[in-house]
């Protein structure tokens, strides 16, 4: 079992810079290959960034590629996602998900644990 806890979540402007984080507890965290997904009112819940189990590979929407970095501590059990240039379509609630393989999956249905969610609202 993986136990995972978001924080960082809050209200930015756009422009600005936000960092998530989310905690696992567990000895098999570095075993994951862990995605961090993010839904808007009204929409489908979409993959945002992913990273490796090793921290090796990372994968990011089009949506946020250059803004948003994903990286993790296998020390500190935590996986974080830096948010800048952010702009009012990023406002969503973002979730981190953990998956025992190597890479991390796109799919969200891929994805055996989840924790959950923080809020991001970018204003204009």
């Known amino acids: 079992q993986v136990q995972l806890v978001e924080s960082g979540g809050g209200l930015a402007q756009a422009g600005g810079s936000l960092r998530l984080s989310c905690a696992a507890s567990?000895?098999?965290?570095?075993?994951?290959?862990m995605g961090w997904f993010r839904q808007a009112p009204g929409q489908e819940r979409e993959f945002a960034a992913g990273i490796s189990r090793s921290g090796l590979s990372t994968f990011y929407a089009d949506s946020v590629k250059g803004r948003f970095t994903i990286s993790r501590d296998n020390a500190k059990n935590t996986v974080y996602l830096q948010m800048n240039s952010l702009k009012p379509e990023d406002t969503a609630v973002y979730y981190c998900?953990?998956?025992?393989?190597?890479?991390?999956?796109?799919?969200?249905?891929?994805?055996?644990?989840w924790g959950q969610g923080t809020q991001v609202t970018v204003s204009s």
């Open positions: 998900a953990a998956r025992a393989t190597v890479l991390p999956p796109r799919r969200e249905d891929e994805y055996d644990y």
């Open positions: 567990g000895r098999t965290f570095r075993s994951n290959a």
